[in-house]
Nanobody, 125 residues
Framework: QGLLAESGGGSVQTGGSLRLSCAASGYNGYCMGWFRQAPGKEPEGVAYLDPPHGVPHYADSVKGRFTISQDAAKTTLYLQMSSLTPEDTGIYSC????????????????????WGPGTFVTVSS
């Protein structure tokens, strides 16, 4: 497996959109997810894909606004974010864990052993 590397973060105004990418090759059979950490807060699970068919799961806070996907070659994980609010501000990181199974849980970031360094997302009002 390769290293995880996020890109696509930046600054947007409320209501704006961003698409994050995570280079993640060699992780067939893994759950692949996005987490975020706001300043002074604990990491929060955002969304993940279940292997082998890429079934998406979302945190309630982002349902209907964010879409997680993967390219056909399964080398890049995406997070399309729309209708952004200041509450979406934070460092967004991709993470992987062998799956499927109970370890693939958004409310247990400690279960995910491999993380990228993260990319900053700032949403201004």
């Amino acid at each position: 497996q390769g290293l995880l590397a996020e890109s696509g973060g930046g600054s947007v105004q409320t209501g704006g959109s961003l698409r994050l990418s995570c280079a993640a090759s060699g992780y067939n059979g893994y759950c692949m997810g996005w987490f975020r950490q706001a300043p002074g807060k604990e990491p929060e699970g955002v969304a993940y894909l279940d292997p082998p068919h890429g079934v998406p799961h979302y945190a309630d806070s982002v349902k209907g606004r964010f879409t997680i996907s993967q390219d056909a070659a399964k080398t890049t994980l995406y997070l399309q974010m729309s209708s952004l609010t200041p509450e979406d501000t934070g460092i967004y990181s991709c993470a992987v864990v062998p799956g499927p199974g109970s370890r693939c849980a958004l409310d247990k970031p400690e279960n995910w052993p491999s993380w990228g360094p993260g990319t900053f997302v700032t949403v201004s009002s």
